[in-house]
């Protein structure tokens, strides 16, 4: 019951199994297919049940748990999140997202931030090629002398007559 109530709040559940185009390499792709028969089985599995779900018979269960406060923690929690969970299947949330106008900032921020990231990381991308060329340009260590080392490094070279 809870799953297809979950489903009239949530219609576009099944647009995920259009991810499926993105899957790329043969594994991936069975992995995929694996995955969207599991839920096929899931889902036939939730439709075949057209009953109500049973309710709890706390007396039985009184009767098996001899610790008495567990029991009543059980049952408490059990009664909270029922409520809860009609509380939020009660709610029109299409209504709600309609009626939802602040907040854009905060999007306008994320996207500003975002943007500012991607050019950071193209300049440690730019970064990171340049500092490969000039090491590829480089002779290997075991080439070269401490005395050609100084004459191409003026820092040290200054530190050294120092």
């Known amino acids: ?9 949530f ?3 099944d647009r995920w199994h259009a991810l ?24 036939a599995t939730v439709g075949a049940q057209s009953s109500t779900p049973k309710t709890i018979d706390w007396a039985a ?14 049952k408490d929690f059990h009664t ?17 997202v309609k009626e939802q106008k602040a ?3 905060l999007y306008d921020e994320a996207k500003t931030s975002c943007a500012q990231s991607v050019e950071k990381s193209q ?5 990171g090629a340049r500092a490969l060329w000039i090491s590829f340009q480089n002779p290997p260590v075991n080439m070269l002398s401490q005395t050609e080392w100084l004459d191409a ?4 070279q200054a530190f050294v007559e120092k």
């Open 153 to 156: 490094d003026q820092y040290w």
């Open 20 to 43: 499926q185009e993105y899957a790329l390499g043969e594994a991936n792709v069975e992995e995929f297919r694996r995955l969207r028969a599991r839920d096929a089985v899931v889902s």
């Open 123 to 127: 300049q440690i991308l730019r970064n």
């Open 80 to 96: 909270q999140q029922t409520a809860l969970l009609d509380a939020v299947l009660g709610e029109n949330h299409l209504t709600a």
């Open 61 to 74: 269960w009184e009767g098996k748990i001899g610790n008495k406060e567990t029991l009543q923690c059980l």
């Open 11 to 13: 219609p576009m559940r």
């Open 1 to 9: 019951m809870m799953r297809r109530g979950a489903r009239r709040v």
């Open 103 to 105: 907040g854009w900032e």
